[in-house]
Nanobody
Framework: QVQLVESGGGLVQAGGSLRLSCAAS????????MGWFRQGPGKGREFVAA????????DYADSVKGRFTISRDNAKNTVYLQMNSLKIGDWAVYYC???????????????????WGQGTQVTVSS
């Protein structure tokens, strides 16, 4: 059983930056593909970014490509989401998720992920 705890959210002005962290415990972190998802006000939860077990592959939603960077440190059991040039539309609760896959691939679909964190709020002001 994997526990995921997100941190790093907060209030930021449009154009600013934040770095989210997701610390994992209770499992072998390097065995999990990881993803970030978000749910904005009145919206469904959507894919943001994903990274493979090794960190060698990453995938991004079109809406964040070029602004967000996902990375992981398997020695620290942590996945990160660096968010730059934040927009009002990035305002959401951000969740990290873990997929215990044998494949060194990235995954966009939410059902691919077995474990989820509680989320961290990102608020972007104008």
């Amino acid at each position: 059983q994997v526990q995921l705890v997100e941190s790093g959210g907060g209030l930021v002005q449009a154009g600013g930056s934040l770095r989210l962290s997701c610390a994992a415990s209770g499992g072998t972190f390097s065995s999990y593909a990881m993803g970030w998802f978000r749910q904005g006000p009145g919206k469904g939860r959507e894919f943001v970014a994903a990274i493979s077990r090794s960190g060698g592959s990453a995938d991004y939603a079109d809406s964040v490509k070029g602004r967000f960077t996902i990375s992981r440190d398997n020695a620290k059991n942590t996945v990160y989401l660096q968010m730059n040039s934040l927009k009002i539309g990035d305002w959401a609760v951000y969740y990290c998720a873990a997929n215990p896959t044998r494949s060194d691939s990235t995954f966009r679909s939410q059902p691919s992920y077995n474990y989820w964190g509680q989320g961290t709020q990102v608020t972007v002001s104008s």
